[in-house]
C-alpha cells in the first residue's frame, strides 16, 4: 500500500449522498470548482478526499463510498460526527458565529461556548481521520473556515506532513476579529499550518494585522504574495491566492448547441429587452434585499427603463431550516412583489424571481443570453458567478456590475463597473450605464476580463499554492497510474465514527 501523496480536506465529501424510496443510498458527483480542480490531481498523483458524508454512518455507507472511491480514482475518506456535534459545529459555530463574523456582520452571531465546543470536537475528529491514513503524505490541504483548528490537532497528534490551509471566505479586519471570544485559539490554529492561503491581499493583510497585534513575539518578514511569519520557533508561510474557474471549461460549454439554443429561447420570452442577470444562493451576505431596491430605484430614477429591461434574479435555496433564512426569502419576495405591482404593465413585469436550484446547463443559458451582470453581495470571498458569466459571454458581449468587496473585484475592477452595494443611487446608475453602453466598449471591457480569468483559471491557482506550499510545481509530481488500496486495507477508524 502506498501513501497518498496529495490529500484534501474539506466539510463534506466531493459527493452528494442520497438516500431512494426503498432506503438505498446513491452518491452523486458533485460540481464546482474545487472538485473540478482537487480530482484529477487526488486521481492521477494518488491521494484521498476526506469530509463529512453528510449522514449518519450505517452498514451500507461503506460500500457506497468504496464504489464513489473507485469510480473517482480516489480514496474518499469520511469522518463521521455524532448528530449533536454535527448540527453545533456546523451551524452553531461555522455558520453561526465564523460566517456572519467573517462578513462584517456580527449581529447575526450567537457567541455560545457550546458551538466552540463542539467546533474543536469535530476538528479533532477530522484530524484524526487524517492522522490515522494520511500521516506520511507529501502534501495535506485543509479547506476554509469550518476546520481551521484541523492542522493544529494533527500537529498535536505528532503529524509532520506538510499542512496548508485555505480558507475560501474574507478575512475580517482587526476591530471585527477582536469580537471573537477565541480570536487567539483560531490565529494559534492556523499558524500551526506550514502555508495559509487567502483569496485576496486585503484578506491576507487583515490576518497578518491581526497577529501582530494579538500574539505578541510574531514577526512577519519577505515581500510579494507571499510573505514569512516567524512565531515561537516555527516559519508559516502567508500569501494570497485568487481562485479561478475552469475557463476553457465553461467557454466549451456555454458554446454548445443546446446551451445556446436555449439561450435564445430565453431571449425570445423577454422579447427586445435588456436581460439583466442575478444569480446567488439564499444568504443575508448576498446582498438581494439591496440588489431589489437599487434595481426600484433605477426604474425610477431612468423611467426610459421601463418596459425595456427585465431583471431575472436566480436565488437558490440555502439553509431553509434556519429561522433567519425563511425570514430573509419572506422579505426577498415580499419585495419583488412590491416592485413588479408598482411597475408591471402591458405584458411586462420588471422581476423574474426563480426561487429554485438550477442545473448548469440551464445556469449557462441563462449567462449566454444576459445582457448585464448584477453581482453585488455585500461581501464574498471571491464570488465565481462573475468570472463564470464572463467566460460565457461571446457573442453578445455583456457588462458585468460588481461589488467592489467580492473578491473577484480585485482582479476585474479595471473592466467591471464596481459598485458599493450599499448605495442605492450609485448601484442604480452603474444599472443605466450598462443598459446603454455601447457595444464597442461592451466587446473591450469584455475582453480585457476574459483574458485575465483565462489567465488565471482553477488549475493555476492550484498550481500556484502547492508551489508555494512544496516548493516546486504540480508538474515535477509524476502520475501514479494505479493508485487505489481497497478501503478496507487501510484503517478501520474510518468506518466508524471518530471520537474526540
Known amino acids: 500500500m502506498r501513501t497518498p501523496r496529495f490529500v484534501a480536506v474539506s466539510n463534506r465529501l466531493p459527493v452528494k449522498l442520497t438516500r431512494d424510496e426503498d432506503g438505498t443510498i446513491r452518491p452523486l458527483?458533485?460540481?464546482?470548482?474545487?472538485?473540478?480542480?482537487?480530482?484529477?490531481?487526488?486521481?492521477?498523483?494518488?491521494?484521498?478526499?476526506?469530509?463529512?458524508?453528510?449522514?449518519?454512518?450505517?452498514?451500507?455507507l461503506d460500500h457506497v463510498l468504496e464504489e464513489a472511491s473507485r469510480a473517482a480514482g480516489y480514496v474518499l475518506r469520511p469522518v463521521y460526527?455524532?448528530?449533536?456535534?454535527?448540527?453545533?459545529?456546523?451551524?452553531?459555530?461555522?455558520n453561526g458565529i465564523i460566517w456572519p463574523l467573517f462578513h462584517d456582520l456580527p449581529s447575526r452571531c450567537n457567541f455560545t461556548p457550546e458551538a466552540w465546543d463542539a467546533y474543536q470536537r469535530a476538528n479533532q475528529s477530522f484530524a484524526t481521520v487524517v492522522a490515522d491514513s494520511c500521516a506520511e503524505s507529501e502534501h495535506i490541504w485543509v479547506h476554509d473556515y469550518h476546520l481551521m483548528r484541523v492542522g493544529r490537532e494533527l500537529r498535536e497528534m505528532g503529524v509532520t506532513a506538510p499542512l496548508g490551509f485555505f480558507l475560501h471566505i474574507p478575512f475580517p479586519p482587526l476591530d471585527m476579529f477582536l469580537r471573537l471570544p477565541w480570536r487567539a485559539e483560531v490565529l494559534l490554529a492556523l499558524l500551526a499550518y506550514d502555508l495559509v492561503g487567502f483569496q485576496t491581499l486585503r484578506d491576507r493583510r487583515n490576518f497578518l494585522y491581526c497577529v501582530r497585534h494579538l500574539l505578541p513575539g510574531c514577526a512577519t518578514r519577505g515581500q510579494g504574495r507571499v510573505v514569512t511569519v516567524d512565531y515561537e520557533g516555527r516559519e508559516v508561510r502567508v500569501g494570497s491566492f485568487p481562485i479561478g474557474i475552469d475557463y476553457t471549461d465553461f467557454r466549451e460549454r456555454a458554446g454548445s448547441v443546446a446551451v445556446r439554443s436555449a439561450a435564445e429561447q430565453l431571449r425570445e420570452q423577454l422579447g427586445d429587452r435588456?436581460?439583466?442577470?442575478?444569480?446567488?444562493?439564499?444568504?443575508?451576505?448576498?446582498?438581494?434585499?439591496?440588489?431589489?431596491?437599487?434595481?426600484?430605484?433605477?426604474?425610477?430614477?431612468?423611467?426610459?427603463?421601463?418596459?425595456?429591461?427585465?431583471?431575472?434574479?436566480?436565488?437558490?435555496?440555502?439553509?431553509?431550516?434556519?429561522?433567519?433564512?425563511?425570514?430573509?426569502?419572506?422579505?426577498?419576495?415580499?419585495?419583488?412583489?412590491?416592485?413588479?405591482?408598482q411597475f408591471t404593465r402591458g405584458g411586462w413585469a420588471p422581476i423574474q424571481y426563480l426561487f429554485r436550484r438550477v442545473d448548469r446547463a440551464e445556469l449557462l443559458a441563462h449567462y449566454v443570453a444576459a445582457d448585464v451582470a448584477l453581482i453585488t453581495p455585500l461581501k464574498d470571498g471571491m464570488n465565481l458567478v462573475a468570472k463564470e458569466y464572463c467566460a460565457c459571454s461571446s457573442d453578445r458581449p455583456g457588462v458585468l456590475?460588481?461589488?467592489e468587496f467580492a473578491g473577484a473585484a480585485s482582479q476585474l475592477h479595471r473592466w467591471a463597473l464596481t459598485v458599493n452595494p450599499h448605495d442605492v443611487k450609485e448601484v442604480a446608475e452603474a444599472i443605466y450605464l450598462g443598459c446603454t453602453m455601447t457595444s464597442s466598449e461592451k466587446r473591450t471591457r469584455m475582453r480585457h476580463m476574459r483574458r485575465s480569468l483565462k489567465a488565471h483559471d482553477i488549475y493555476r491557482w492550484v498550481d500556484d499554492f502547492l508551489s508555494a506550499a512544496a516548493g516546486k510545481s504540480l508538474q515535477d509530481f509524476p502520475f501514479q497510474e494505479e493508485y487505489m488500496p481497497p478501503l478496507e486495507d487501510r484503517t478501520d477508524r474510518g468506518d466508524r465514527p471518530a471520537t474526540s
Request: glycine share 10%; aromatic share 8%.
Open 81 to 94: 460526527l455524532a448528530r449533536a456535534d454535527a448540527e453545533l459545529y456546523y451551524n452553531g459555530f461555522s
Open 29 to 60: 458527483a458533485e460540481v464546482g470548482g474545487l472538485v473540478s480542480a482537487l480530482a484529477p490531481v487526488l486521481s492521477n498523483r494518488g491521494g484521498q478526499w476526506v469530509g463529512w458524508p453528510g449522514v449518519e454512518h450505517t452498514a451500507d
Open 401 to 403: 456590475i460588481l461589488s
Open 274 to 341: 435588456t436581460l439583466i442577470l442575478g444569480v446567488d444562493r439564499l444568504d443575508y451576505s448576498k446582498g438581494i434585499p439591496e440588489k431589489l431596491e437599487a434595481f426600484r430605484s433605477a426604474l425610477l430614477r431612468y423611467p426610459e427603463l421601463q418596459g425595456k429591461t427585465t431583471l431575472v434574479q436566480i436565488a437558490v435555496p440555502s439553509r431553509l431550516d434556519v429561522p433567519e433564512y425563511q425570514e430573509l426569502r419572506v422579505r426577498i419576495e415580499r419585495l419583488v412583489g412590491e416592485i413588479n405591482g
